[in-house]
C-alpha cells in the first residue's frame, strides 16, 4: 500500500478510538495538517531508503502545527521546503492553540534533529534519499493542564487498540519503503519497531531522542547521534 493511503488508513482507524481522563484533548495532525502531511510522504516517501528514522508520537510545537515529523515550523517551511494551509482541530485545547506555519514557537527536538540533517546533508534531497522520518503514532494526548501525555502513558485498555493501528500503519510504510533498517529515535519507537516487525528482514537499532526532557540530549545531541550512528554501521 503506497503511504498517503497508508496514511488515510491510520486517520480513520485511530480516529474511531476514545480516550478518557486525564486525557482531555486529542490531536490528529494527519487531519487538520493534512495538506503538509501528505505533501511530505508524496515528496520525500520513496522505496529502497538505508533506514526509516521512526519517532514516537507529536509534539505540540513540531508536527502538531505542521503534520511533519518532528515538524518545528523553520527547518520545515525553509529546508524540507513545505508549507501549507493548516487547519484547525475540532476541539482545541486553550492553551496549546493551532497555528500551523505561523506558529512562532520552536520545537527543540525538531529544531535538533532537522537541524542537524541540514548541517549534515545541506540539500534536503541528499538526506532523504538514504533516510525517511516518521512517526509510529499521529496522535497528540494532552491533558486539561496542557501537559502533554505520550501513548506509553496511556491505560492498558487504550493503548491496545490505538498500537494495533500504529502496528498496520508501521508494517505497511516499512513494507513500501523497503529500508535496510528501521532506527528509533528514542527506545520506545525500536521497541515498537522489534515488536511489529521482527519477522522481516531489517536490522533494528536506535539513536538518542532530541527531546529538551533529556539530560544527555542536552549536552549535544548531534555528535552522540552520530557516534550511535556509526556503530550501527551507518556511515555519514
Keep these: 500500500m503506497d503511504p498517503i493511503r497508508t496514511q488515510r488508513a491510520l486517520v480513520r482507524a485511530v480516529d474511531a478510538l476514545a ?11 494527519l487531519v487538520h495538517a493534512r495538506r503538509s502531511a501528505e505533501e511530505y510522504l508524496r515528496r520525500y516517501a ?23 515529523p518532528f515538524g518545528e515550523v523553520a527547518l520545515v517551511r525553509d529546508w524540507i521546503g ?25 520545537e527543540v527536538s525538531g529544531r535538533r534533529l532537522w537541524g542537524w540533517a541540514r548541517e549534515r546533508f545541506g540539500d534536503p ?12 503514532c499521529p496522535l497528540v494526548f494532552m491533558e486539561e493542564s496542557g501537559k502533554n501525555r505520550t501513548p506509553d502513558k496511556l491505560p492498558a485498555d487504550e493503548r491496545a487498540p490505538l498500537y494495533e493501528a500504529c502496528d498496520l500503519a508501521l508494517r505497511r510504510m516499512v513494507e513500501y519503503l523497503e529500508p535496510r533498517m528501521v532506527l ?12 511489529v516487525l521482527g519477522d522481516l528482514d531489517v536490522r533494528f537499532g536506535s539513536v538518542l531522542h532530541p527531546s529538551p526532557a533529556s539530560p544527555l540530549a542536552n549536552k549535544g545531541w548531534a555528535p552522540q547521534a552520530e557516534k550511535q550512528l556509526a556503530a550501527l554501521g551507518v556511515e555519514l
Design 125 to 136: 534531497d541528499a538526506f532523504f534519499r538514504r533516510f525517511f522520518v516518521w512517526n509510529y
Design 82 to 106: 513545505i508549507e501549507e494551509r493548516v487547519d484547525k482541530p475540532k476541539v482545541e485545547h486553550p492553551k496549546r492553540p493551532i497555528e500551523g506555519f505561523d506558529c512562532a514557537r520552536s
Design 19 to 29: 480516550f478518557a481522563p486525564p486525557t482531555t484533548h486529542v490531536y490528529n495532525p
Design 184 to 195: 528509533g529515535v528514542g527506545k520506545f519507537a525500536e521497541t515498537r519497531a522489534k515488536e
Design 46 to 68: 520513496k522505496p529502497g531508503v538505508e533506514a526509516l528514522w521512526l519517532g514516537m508520537n507529536p509534539g505540540p510545537f513540531g508536527m502538531a502545527q505542521t503534520g511533519v
